[in-house]
């Protein structure tokens, strides 16, 4: 078989030096240049025909002759017997239905992954985490949300004493091992809203309280936060948007590493929306809390859109709506129970 021209590189310096390749009866490679190094071609790694680019063929110290004769290559590989799997591959890349059957192959995939993968993903490791996992999570969060965007409450202390009452009635009906406590907060920036961290602790915004027109509308809020709580949409929401990391606990099992992942807690709380399953989820859970008590869910309903109405005419001055996104669809299922 007569050479393989190409380029060799000694693999110490970038600079490469015109040489023709040859390969013995005894299966040695050798080149023109006596000067280059001969070796047995099982010691090299000869790359597979992929379209038009150079193929390279990598000696054991790390130096390697790279050749565009990919015809030649592929000789040689069947002399030695090696030449069907790099055909398959080329043959595969080289047709443009298989390229397009791939890609439609890796898009799908790549939808059903962020669809259902990795939500299902978070919400098995949300669940296989200990309650106390959340509860450090939780007040790490309250901290810096007193820091960077709530204020002290300025309600009356009749009214945070009455609200107070209701919750404490609520929460000794959660699951136990969450720390539930309420704080009044005003605001601020994020206006008339209510958060649920994943400890347990709900932060119900005096702007929310003010706007409620009767008891049963904030305890309606309430119940919708205590199934954030309860279905852990705040730690579920974290690991989903910590993908890669996710990923590394699923794999490795180490769930000590999620306390990096859930560092950004804070901010997804405040500027992100819950998806529309979690709402759903908190939604369903509210519906079924207010009816056992014979409270009508539509006053949650009622409020949301007093909400719209108040964000209509206010721009961005409440913020409830941005994290809790109301539709008809959600007004529908709390008015009909559906």
Request: aromatic share 8%.
């Amino acid at each position: 078989m007569s050479g393989i021209a190409g380029t060799f590189y000694d693999g110490r310096t970038s600079r490469g030096r015109p040489a023709v390749l040859h390969l013995g009866r005894d299966g040695v490679v050798w080149f023109d240049d006596a000067a280059l190094p001969r070796a047995s071609i099982r010691e090299l790694r000869i790359s597979e025909r992929i379209g038009n680019i150079p193929r390279a063929f990598v000696f054991p110290d790390g130096a390697r002759f790279e050749t565009p004769d990919n015809d030649a290559v592929d000789r040689l590989l069947a002399a030695l017997g090696r030449a069907r799997a790099p055909r398959f591959l080329y043959a595969l890349e080289s047709r443009a239905r298989y390229i397009l059957l791939a890609l439609a192959v890796v898009v799908a995939f790549s939808w059903a992954l962020v669809r259902f993968g990795i939500p299902e993903a978070a919400r098995a490791v949300a669940f296989a985490l200990p309650v106390e996992t959340n509860a450090a999570i939780g007040a790490s969060t309250l901290e810096l949300l007193d820091r960077a965007v709530l204020r002290p409450s300025a309600l009356e202390a009749e009214t945070r004493e009455r609200l107070a009452g209701h919750f404490a009635r609520m929460a000794a009906e959660q699951p136990q091992g969450f720390s539930y406590t309420l704080h009044f907060r005003s605001g601020g920036r994020i206006g008339a809203n209510a958060l649920a961290l994943p400890s347990g602790a709900i932060v119900l915004t005096d702007e929310l309280v003010q706007l409620a027109q009767r008891d049963e509308e904030v305890i309606a809020v309430l119940a919708h936060e205590f199934g954030h709580v309860a279905h852990r949409h705040g730690l579920r929401r974290a690991l989903q948007s910590s993908a890669m990391g996710l990923l590394a606990v699923l794999l490795t099992g180490d769930v000590s590493s999620t306390s990096a992942m859930v560092a950004a807690l804070p901010t997804l709380l405040v500027e992100a929306q819950y998806s529309q399953a979690f709402e759903r989820e908190a939604d369903r859970y509210a519906y079924e809390y207010l009816t056992r008590r014979g409270i009508e869910p539509a006053h949650f309903a009622n409020l949301m859109e007093r909400l719209e109405q108040r964000r209509r005419g206010a721009g961005g001055a409440l913020a409830y709506l941005s994290s809790h996104p109301p539709t008809a669809e959600r007004l529908r299922r709390l008015r009909g129970g559906s």
